[in-house]
């Protein structure tokens, strides 16, 4: 199992630490929105950062890429179809991260929908899918349609149901909240939802969930049963005929949901 720590950076973001299993001093770091809270947990550790993954162009993903490349001399891989911000490895659907000296190597996914060149890296039972999906929930769509968001959901569930989950956010007990709205009689979100705000009380993170959990939990990944299609149904006053449109019906849903 990998050794992966959050950081914390801006007011909910985590940048996902990966110590490598080849060379215990060394570090990969996923998403790097600011550089400073990187530095900071390199120094205490005595780390050395050698690479960077990055799932998606938005800045509070990107930041902190250029100045950290620059510092440590750290290799960059990222999406190929998005603007970055230093020069990169540029990556595609079915490439691999091979960093064979430092015992690593994640399968490239492409999962547009948030954006349109998002990818995620799974490897190690870990999967780091930016802001694709979330613990009970999932990201908006800044460019893609619904019909993409949910082949990207649907290709990340099908991966084993013992897949840690790296998102980037701290977006887990509103998410929950949200799907309690949505199926409230499903034991299994009432359950969660009072474990993740016990553990927000206390600032803990939430982080990762496990898929076979999400797929209990998480109404993005349950478009397609009966309970989930009545509610987006009841709320959007009309008859959602396919998965896609129970999806856009519950994304929008969410979008107002305070």
């Given at each position: 199992?990998?050794?992966?720590?959050?950081?914390?950076?801006?007011?909910?973001?985590?940048?996902?630490?990966?110590?490598?299993?080849?060379?215990?001093?060394?570090?990969?770091?996923?998403?790097?929105?600011?550089?400073?809270?990187?530095?900071?947990?390199?120094?205490?550790?005595?780390?050395?950062?050698?690479?960077?993954?990055?799932?998606?162009?938005?800045?509070?993903?990107?930041?902190?890429?250029?100045?950290?490349?620059?510092?440590?001399?750290?290799?960059?891989?990222?999406?190929?179809?998005?603007?970055?911000?230093?020069?990169?490895?540029?990556?595609?659907?079915?490439?691999?991260?091979?960093?064979?000296?430092?015992?690593?190597?994640?399968?490239?996914?492409?999962?547009?929908?948030?954006?349109?060149?998002?990818?995620?890296?799974?490897?190690?039972?870990?999967?780091?899918?930016?802001?694709?999906?979330?613990?009970?929930?999932?990201?908006?769509?800044?460019?893609?349609?619904?019909?993409?968001?949910?082949?990207?959901?649907?290709?990340?569930?099908?991966?084993?149901?013992?897949?840690?989950?790296?998102?980037?956010?701290?977006?887990?007990?509103?998410?929950?909240?949200?799907?309690?709205?949505?199926?409230?009689?499903?034991?299994?979100?009432?359950?969660?939802?009072?474990?993740?705000?016990?553990?927000?009380?206390?600032?803990?993170?939430?982080?990762?969930?496990?898929?076979?959990?999400?797929?209990?939990?998480?109404?993005?990944?349950?478009?397609?049963?009966?309970?989930?299609?009545?509610?987006?149904?009841?709320?959007?006053?009309?008859?959602?005929?396919?998965?896609?449109?129970?999806?856009?019906?519950v994304r929008s849903w969410k979008?107002?949901?305070?």
């Amino acid at each position: 199992m990998l050794e992966v720590s959050p950081v914390r950076a801006f007011s909910d973001n985590y940048i996902w630490l990966i110590r490598a299993p080849g060379q215990p001093d060394a570090a990969v770091v996923v998403d790097p929105g600011q550089a400073r809270p990187v530095d900071e947990v390199l120094e205490e550790l005595g780390l050395r950062l050698l690479a960077i993954l990055v799932t998606h162009y938005h800045p509070d993903h990107v930041g902190g890429v250029a100045e950290l490349a620059a510092n440590h001399g750290a290799r960059v891989f990222g999406p190929a179809r998005e603007r970055l911000p230093c020069e990169a490895q540029l990556l595609d659907d079915g490439d691999h991260v091979r960093l064979a000296e430092l015992g690593l190597d994640f399968l490239v996914m492409a999962i547009p929908g948030h954006t349109l060149g998002h990818i995620a890296y799974y490897g190690h039972g870990a999967l780091f899918c930016g802001d694709t999906l979330f613990s009970g929930g999932c990201g908006r769509m800044f460019e893609g349609t619904p019909a993409q968001m949910l082949d990207s959901l649907d290709r990340i569930a099908a991966l084993p149901d013992e897949t840690r989950i790296y998102c980037a956010h701290e977006y887990t007990l509103g998410n929950l909240r949200f799907a309690a709205s949505v199926e409230p009689g499903n034991a299994d979100v009432i359950d969660a939802l009072e474990a993740t705000r016990a553990l927000r009380e206390r600032d803990a993170i939430t982080l990762p969930s496990e898929l076979g959990r999400e797929r209990g939990i998480n109404p993005f990944l349950r478009c397609r049963l009966p309970s989930v299609r009545s509610a987006a149904e009841a709320h959007a006053g009309r008859t959602l005929a396919q998965p896609s449109e129970v999806f856009a019906a519950v994304r929008s849903w969410k979008d107002g949901f305070r």
